[in-house]
């Protein structure tokens, strides 16, 4: 993954776990941390939430914003889409 503007970058690779459509994606990452994606409807809207094993290295709070901006993305594709 890179930043957009070519600030940085890092690589992602992970094997799928677990797919159950419309509900969860689970995925363990090449270093064996593991990440789990839940759907769930609240009021007639679909909830994302995403728990993830954070790295040693970057602060888990840094990762927790980089993640979120993760989700942030999907949902602005996902409602560009309707």
Do not use: C
Not at 23 to 49: C, P, S, W
Not at 63 to 75: D, E, R, S, Y
Request: hydrophobic letters at 35%; zero cysteines; proline letters at 1%.
């Amino acid at each position: 993954m890179e930043a957009k503007d070519g600030s940085f970058g890092f690589d992602f690779e992970g094997v799928y776990d677990k797919v159950e459509l419309y509900k969860e994606i689970t995925y363990t990452m090449a270093d064996g941390r593991k990440v789990t994606t839940l759907f769930t409807e609240q009021h007639g809207k679909t909830n994302i939430e995403t728990q993830f094993d954070a790295e040693t290295e970057n602060d888990p709070a840094f990762q927790k914003q980089g993640w979120q901006a993760i989700l942030n993305n999907f949902v602005k594709y996902v409602e560009s889409i309707d």
